[in-house]
């Protein structure tokens, strides 16, 4: 089946910093692809989609100037937590449209101290 | 809106016992339904899918029909094993007005002792 990747798996880091994730369909091209965070124990809360050659559609409630998603290519999407608090401490998770089938990564499990 | 609804878990079966995890969803249009599952620590996975009504899903033992008349898309599996122990999410894809809308249940956990 269709593979999604994402990097890095796991970062830690100090507040105040920049993190960005990446996330990368290898086999497929998908012109939309979806960043998600997740709570322990809880469902996925779709923070943005990302759509290639423009600008991300941004959930409500989620901050775009915080979050910042670039779709520079048909396999690549990345996800910027700006300044980022320990409140931003979370597992997120992309995924890559092909046909009617989201693809997963792996997630990204985020640690701000 | 689209909403998704499972039953809330944990499910904890016995290894080998039957199982069923309910699914129903509400949509405006015409959606693809979706059985996703995540291991600890890990991203998610797609177990199954079906695209409209009567279709049924199935993969490595489980199994999902979508009943329009019902709204519902149950998942199952004969025969459960500790590997299989997990969160099940259901989810469905709605195309309506061009746009894509993926919608997530809660997810419920499944625990399967030996």
């Known amino acids: 089946g269709a593979v999604v990747s994402q990097h890095p798996s796991w970062v830690i880091c100090k507040s105040g910093t920049s993190v960005k994730i990446e996330c990368r369909s290898l086999d497929f091209q998908a012109t939309t692809m979806f960043w998600y965070r997740q709570f322990p124990k809880q469902s996925l809360m779709l923070m943005a989609t990302?759509?290639?050659?423009?600008?991300?559609?941004?959930e409500q409630g989620v901050e775009k100037d915080k979050f910042l998603i670039n779709h520079a290519s048909l396999t690549l999407s990345t996800l910027t937590v700006t300044s980022a608090h320990p409140e931003d401490s979370s597992f997120y998770i992309c995924?890559?449209?092909?046909?009617?089938?989201?693809?997963f990564g792996p997630g990204t499990r985020l640690l701000v101290l | 809106g689209n909403s998704v609804t499972q039953m809330e878990g944990p499910v904890t079966l016995s290894e080998e016992a039957f199982l069923t995890i309910n699914c129903t969803y509400t949509?405006?249009?015409?959606?693809?339904l979706f059985w996703y599952v995540q291991y600890p620590g890990e991203g998610l996975q797609l177990l199954l899918k079906?695209?409209?009504?009567?279709d049924k899903g199935s993969n490595k033992g489980f199994e999902a029909t979508y009943r329009k008349e019902t709204t519902s898309f149950h998942l199952e599996k004969g025969s459960v094993q500790v590997s299989d122990s997990a969160v099940y999410f259901c989810?469905?894809?709605?195309?309506?007005?061009?746009?894509?809308?993926?919608?997530f249940g809660r997810g419920t956990s499944l625990i399967v002792h030996p």
């Open positions: 995924s890559a449209k092909n046909g009617e089938t989201q693809y």
């Open positions: 989810a469905l894809s709605d195309r309506t007005g061009g746009s894509y809308i993926p919608t």
């Open positions: 079906a695209t409209k009504a009567d």
């Open positions: 949509a405006t249009g015409y959606p693809s």
């Open positions: 990302s759509n290639e050659g423009s600008k991300a559609t941004y």
